[in-house]
């Protein structure tokens, strides 16, 4: 499908410059800084959060989802 939508090349640049910006801080802090340490442990720490709360969600969708009925046949 072909959809323009407004502004999405400007969102698009924003997100794209943004992520840049945010990976060149990032290296810095984990490679220039003294807070090293401190940075790997929050980012081992948001990793294994956003999987668990995945994997939560993931169960939570399959507790709540409604019965499928089989078909005779």
């Known amino acids: 499908m072909n ?3 407004k502004g999405s090349k400007g ?3 924003v997100l794209l410059f943004a992520s840049i910006a945010v990976f060149i801080a ?3 802090f984990l490679l220039g ?4 340490m401190l940075i790997l ?3 081992a720490l948001a990793a294994v959060t956003i999987l668990l709360a995945v994997l ?3 169960g939570y969708t399959m507790l ?3 019965r499928e009925e ?3 046949g």
Do not use: C, D, L
């Not at 800084?33 to 090293?36: D, I």
């Open 41 to 43: 442990q929050f980012t």
């Open 11 to 13: 969102a698009g640049a």
């Open 26 to 28: 990032y290296a810095y």
């Open 3 to 5: 959809v323009k939508r």
């Open 56 to 58: 939560g969600w993931i």
């Open 33 to 36: 800084t003294e807070w090293s």
């Open 64 to 66: 709540t989802a409604p």
């Open 70 to 72: 089989e078909k005779p």
